[in-house]
């Protein structure tokens, strides 16, 4: 079928098809009203209208903490044996390009072990997104970075296949169905936001200091980025010997980021806030000049003396500090 079009109302029994390919997560709402994903038991706790969900999936290929090695006596084990089979539903643009940017992270030679295993067993299926005031991304942008993508028209979904995989869901879904009309081709696949202005780097623009007046550092912006990834290695000796190396979140607001042996280089709010903004818009080498911001609004939304890095790279010189 050229053209591959899935009524709402077979939804469900496409979900079924999808687990095909392993456990089935997407987004849902909890009983306090956060979104997140979630498995996905019952189709009806299913929540496609969500606008952003509270933590993306980066979540699912870097675990908050992990543990990475353990030895003891005799026994050495790594902890990235195996990854279970995961279909994730219902992605949006943003974090389907927020997931390509982690793989060129963590899938660059040499690849994190545990990023690769988790990430060649994840299926990514995306969906229409509904922009709100907190979104930047370019107006229209569909991702390819999916295995099938899903776009929202009239009474159903057009089907977009990206990969082997995408073909091998259409396969199984075939009975479900139809001949749709033929769909704009997507529109964009790359990242979203586009690389900063490299004067504004390092200068003494007044909004860094009205900035570093009122972040409290509490990291949130950081921990809700789908392409923020730091992190922290900590190993913890058995008194029986041996001992246990994990992996864990790290937050480059926090003081204790820039701590090595006994000194600290980014002691001031300002440093840090800088330091993340030139990670986020101007990239490190080797991904230097590459902006791993997907216009997601997250770090917007859940600021909680909204800040908005983004006043610094759409008009720095008409905002007023
Ligand atoms: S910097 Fe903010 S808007 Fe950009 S990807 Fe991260 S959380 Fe989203
Ligand atoms: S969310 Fe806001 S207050 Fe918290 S660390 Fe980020 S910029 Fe600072």
Redo the contacts with the bound molecule.
């Keep these: 079928m050229a053209n591959n079009f899935l009524k709402t109302s077979r939804l469900d029994q496409f979900l079924d098809a999808l687990r095909l390919f392993g456990e089935l997560h997407a987004p849902t709402t909890s009983e306090s009203g956060v979104h997140r994903f979630s498995l996905l038991d019952d189709p009806a706790d299913l929540n496609l209208d969500y606008r952003r969900t509270q933590i993306p999936p980066k979540k699912y290929l870097l675990p908050f903490r992990e543990e990475i090695l353990h030895c003891a006596g005799d026994t050495y084990r790594e902890g990235h044996c195996g990854a279970v089979d995961m279909v994730l539903f219902g992605v949006h643009s943003c974090d389907l390009e ?1 997931i390509a940017y982690l793989d060129r992270v963590f899938l660059a030679d040499p690849a994190d072990p545990g990023y690769s295993a988790r990430r060649a067993s994840l299926t990514l299926v995306g969906v229409t997104c509904h922009p709100d005031d907190f979104c930047f991304c370019p107006e229209g942008t569909v991702s390819t970075a999916c295995d099938l993508f899903l776009a929202a028209s009239g009474d159903g979904f057009h089907l977009t296949s990206h990969s082997v995989r995408g073909n091998a869901i259409l396969a199984a879904a075939e009975h479900l169905l139809e001949e749709g009309v033929p769909l704009q081709p997507a529109t964009s696949s790359g990242l979203c ?1 586009p690389p900063q202005d490299p004067e504004l780097r390092f200068s003494d623009h007044p909004l860094w200091e009205k900035f570093a007046s009122t972040c409290v550092s509490c990291g949130a ?1 950081s921990v ?5 990834y730091c992190f922290d290695v900590r190993e913890y000796p058995a008194l029986s010997g041996g001992c246990t190396r994990i992996r864990e979140w790290d937050n480059c607001l926090f003081a204790s980021h820039g701590e090595v042996a006994g000194a600290n280089f980014r002691p001031e709010r300002l440093d840090r806030l800088r330091y993340r903004f030139l990670h ?1 818009y101007c990239g490190f080498t080797p991904l230097q000049g590459i902006s791993s ?8 939304e859940v600021c909680p003396v909204d800040i908005d890095l983004r006043e610094l790279t759409v008009a720095p010189k008409q905002v007023q500090p």
């Design positions: 927020g936001f912006c809700c980025c789908p392409t923020c986020k911001c997907v216009g997601c609004g997250r770090c917007k």
